[in-house]
């Protein structure tokens, strides 16, 4: 009931917020569309993001009065991605399969000592603005830390040619027999262009 109340206000962006949670968790089943979140230049989501899992109020009491509206996030995030070869720009199907499991302060929470060592538990602590937390922010974060940084489309890719710019995996070139003196290689660069 709140979470479509809530969408009907946010149709692009879900935001998580403590009075949605007080009385009792709230429920994830999301799908978040391709070309809703931008990833990163090389990064491409391919289908719809599936996202289940729940969001809980948790109370952090800090001394007598102050009380800290923590929002804890565990879900699992299930979609395909394409990334590109670092070395050849191919793309590179990839999929993410992961459970997430992270907790959210009120951004200036924790004041000017920054962001403290995590306690309890392993669980990361992240920060949400006080108009609440994006569950696609969330989501972005861990995809971003679930993909490789550098992605190979094959353990042996042999890249692209750095003088003619030909994919060396799927054809061959002469630019490798002949010494490039650097002096020549825009020549070279021109030559090539000229030709095509
Ligand atoms: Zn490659
Ligand atoms: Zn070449």
Known sequence: MIDALFRK??????????????????KLDESIAEGTIEYAPDIRQINPLKITGKAELLLEHRGSREV????????????????????CLDHVAQTVDTDMDLIFRP????????????TE??????????????????????????????????PDCKGLCPHCGINRNLASCECAEKPIDPRLSVLAGLNVGSKA
């Open 9 to 26: 206000s946010y149709a692009e962006s879900m935001l998580i917020t403590p009075s949605q949670l007080v009385d009792e968790p709230l």
């Open 68 to 87: 800290v509206e923590d929002i804890r996030l565990r879900a699992h995030v299930h979609g395909r991605f394409e990334q590109l070869c670092a070395r």
């Open 107 to 118: 951004s200036g929470a924790d004041g000017e000592a920054g962001e403290r060592a995590i």
């Open 121 to 154: 538990d392993e669980t990361e602590i992240g920060y949400y603005e006080s108009s609440g937390l994006s569950l696609e922010d969330a989501v972005r974060e861990q995809v971003l830390l679930t993909l490789p940084g550098r992605a190979i489309c094959q």
